[in-house]
């Protein structure tokens, strides 16, 4: 019975310079050679997933923006884009709240020009994105994004964001520090087990017969949903905790271990 696994990108497939271990491009092939599916399942948007070095590994379809747009080939077969008026809400707000934002969409984003002058991602986004990278002040294009993303400070009144936009968003926050530094912002309900879930019923295949690797906590959702669970060992303990198998690290061939574990390669 062929199966699919789901894999998380950013410190599941590459670590932060975006490195792919040879283990790991070996370990995709052999999934695919044994007739599985490998589906990449990221919280980046579509837009943000572009590097070549990566798409090169041959994965059957993506979902992106935490369950809110799902690929299959070459074929958009799902898109959650948020309606104009709940855009222009969102802008509004993180502005008022001095929360720096991406609005991440399909093929463009938008970004805040100030207060992330000690973001290096940002600065990643506009290298790779080109023109399809815009900045939000004074834009005079129509806002297509299904999530954001934002930071938060001292200075910020992230409370005051969560009271206007709880209604419509779920946050998740990227720390156990007193202050969030780092927030996805989804809309309310979805997750990337959301995503999978949408996938599964449109292929119609069994979550019995699935597995997803991820180490970090917009990972959750999609651990606790899939048939199997997989966590990195460089994972965050949050992780660990809800997984079946806890694997080596990134850059201790953890990718191969696992699908060698449950005998997929």
Not at 5 to 29: N, P, Q, R, Y
């Amino acid at each position: 019975m062929n199966k699919i696994v789901f894999f998380d990108i950013d410190g599941t497939l590459w670590d932060e310079h975006m490195k792919i271990e040879e283990s790991t491009k070996e370990a995709i092939a052999k999934l695919k050679a044994n007739g599985h599916k490998a589906f990449l399942c990221s919280g980046r948007a579509r837009s943000s997933i572009q590097a070549k070095h990566l798409l090169e590994l041959g994965f059957d379809g993506i979902i992106a923006a935490c369950g809110n747009y799902v690929e299959i080939g070459d074929e958009v077969v799902y898109d959650n884009v948020m309606s104009p008026e709940l855009a222009e809400l969102v802008v509004k707000t993180l502005a008022e709240c001095k929360l720096p934002a991406v609005l991440e969409g399909p093929v463009d984003c938008w970004i805040d020009t100030e207060g992330f002058e000690q973001d290096p991602y940002v600065d990643y986004l506009f290298d790779l994105l080109g023109d399809k990278a815009h900045p939000i002040q004074g834009t005079d294009l129509e806002i297509i994004m299904e999530k954001c993303s934002f930071d938060n400070f001292p200075h910020s009144d992230y409370e005051r964001a969560k009271d206007v936009l709880g209604a419509h968003f779920d946050f998740i926050e990227h720390s156990s520090e007193e202050i969030f530094h780092v927030v996805e912002m989804v809309p309310k309900g979805t997750s990337k087990a959301t995503g999978i879930q949408w996938l599964c019923n449109y292929l119609d295949f069994s979550v019995d017969d699935t597995y997803a690797v991820g180490d970090s906590v917009n990972d959750l959702d999609m651990l606790r949903f899939v048939g199997h669970s997989i966590a990195m060992g460089n994972g965050v303990d949050a992780v660990k905790e809800v997984c079946d198998y806890v694997t080596s690290d990134i850059h201790e061939g953890g990718i191969y271990q696992a699908l060698e574990h449950y005998g997929l390669i």
